[in-house]
């Protein structure tokens, strides 16, 4: 006999009941909140043209270069899954002309992303992310509006303990000067700094302050802010910002070492972080990109967004907050021929009703149903035999407290949604 085994691709997990509800919470919360600050659900592929992350995300990114997956296609193209989600959307702004819409256009995705990362504690090579952006709006103003809107989808689910890092990294204006005095500021320790940093000494020396390496971290000391080097016009946005989050109450932590892994953002950037998790602890990330749509062809449009991490968020519920799952609302233990077939049918009656009915095997037991019903968590058990079908009443018991008593088999389906609401 052969025994072959099939298994999960490394960093690729299943996710199963009772998980599954935390993360059709987390979406459900979302979903709610997003929308009551207009933002609307837009879904666009997993799979793009491999350009249309290259020229967003940055070339010289640990993405690009190391992470994405990307592959010829039967017609010899190269197409890639989508690492992050914003590069699809701007695109599809782009391409469906969402511009000549009414500004500003708000819009949210959720799914799965893929990255060809080390798998490690709170790392999937497939991740989930909820995201929003919003196209249109150079002001501040859209700035606190989306981090609070990231605030009070985290506060309605509980998450409380923690912490909005903002910072701003300038613009094209600024940052040119700020990446000047960072290379005089490192040139100095070259050999100290990893590998990976000294690639981005070249290309993007801002990413050294992003790297976690404790030698790197070491170098780090007394090292220029960006905040520090920000041109008149950043300084204004970024300063309002802050006081409008104040005005919204929103408590947060100027992150000045904060400068996000990808090469799209300028000014704003946030980053939500949770000590309650290790080392991968932040939950939620974004900035703005004001230059991206027109990168892409587009009309020259500011926009900011966001993504929170679900695997993070979940694994954060888990750890901090209650949980009820969802159980049966009934278990029908069932004695008898006669009242198996009647037991089919109400407990159909009981599905079309949106009530959750489990079926109790009348070959078994009724001890070993009670057991089942038990194992199961139902809320209720009724109980059908010959005697309750000529009677017309059933027993029931409430497995909660051993409560019990009898009805009237026309009453079930009032008194399970009666008990239910
Ligand atoms: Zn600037
Ligand atoms: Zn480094």
Same mark, same amino acid.
């Given at each position: 006999m052969s025994s072959l085994q099939y298994k999960a691709l490394k960093g690729m997990q299943d996710i199963l009941p009772p998980d599954i509800y935390l993360w059709q919470k987390v979406e459900a919360v979302a979903r709610e909140v997003f929308s009551s600050y207009g933002f609307q659900e837009i879904r666009p592929p997993v799979v793009e043209s491999t350009n249309v992350f290259t020229r967003s995300i940055g070339e010289n990114t640990d993405i690009v270069e190391k992470e994405m997956y990307t592959f010829t296609d039967k017609g010899d193209r190269s197409i890639s899954l989508r690492p992050e989600g914003t590069a699809s959307v701007v695109r599809c702004y782009v391409e469906k002309n969402l511009h000549t819409l009414p500004s500003p256009q708000k819009f949210y995705y959720a799914g799965p992303m893929f990255r060809y990362e080390r798998p490690q504690s709170g790392r999937f090579r497939q991740f989930y992310q909820i995201g929003v952006e919003a196209f249109g709006d150079d002001s501040p103003r859209m700035d606190a509006e989306v981090i609070s809107m990231l605030r009070h989808c985290l506060e309605r689910l509980g998450l409380k303990e923690v912490t909005f890092n903002v910072n701003s990294i300038g613009c094209a204006e600024c940052r040119p000067a700020y990446k000047e005095k960072l290379i005089e500021f490192f040139a100095g320790g070259l050999d100290t700094l990893c590998p990976d940093c000294n690639r981005r000494y070249s290309s993007n020396p801002l990413r050294i302050l992003d790297c976690k390496v404790e030698r790197c971290k070491d170098m780090r000391q007394g090292v220029p802010k960006v905040t520090d080097s920000l041109c008149s016009g950043c300084r204004t946005h970024f300063d309002s910002l802050l006081s409008f989050l104040e005005l919204l109450g929103v408590s947060y932590t100027v992150n000045? @070492?904060?400068?996000?892994?990808? @090469?799209?953002?300028?000014r704003t950037t946030f980053e939500v972080t949770s000590e309650n998790l290790g080392a991968q602890n932040a939950v939620a990330a974004g900035g703005r990109y004001d230059r991206l749509v027109k990168e892409f062809g587009g009309p020259e449009t500011p926009a900011i967004g966001f993504a929170m991490g679900m695997e993070r968020i979940v694994e954060l519920l888990k750890n901090t907050v209650a949980h009820a799952f969802p159980t049966p609302d009934v278990f029908l233990a069932v004695i008898g021929d006669m009242a198996a077939r009647e037991s089919m049918v109400i407990a159909d009656r009981l599905r079309g009703k949106g009530l959750w009915a489990e079926l109790g095997d009348s070959g078994n037991s009724l001890k070993s149903q009670m057991r089942k019903a038990d194992r199961l968590s139902s809320k209720y058990v009724f109980i059908i035999g010959d005697d309750e079908l000529k009677s017309g009443r059933l027993k029931w018991k409430k497995l909660s407290d051993s409560s019990h008593g009898e009805i009237s088999m026309f009453e079930i389906t009032d008194f399970l949604q009666k008990s239910s609401s």
């Open positions: 000045p @070492d904060m400068v996000r892994g990808l @090469d799209y953002y300028t």
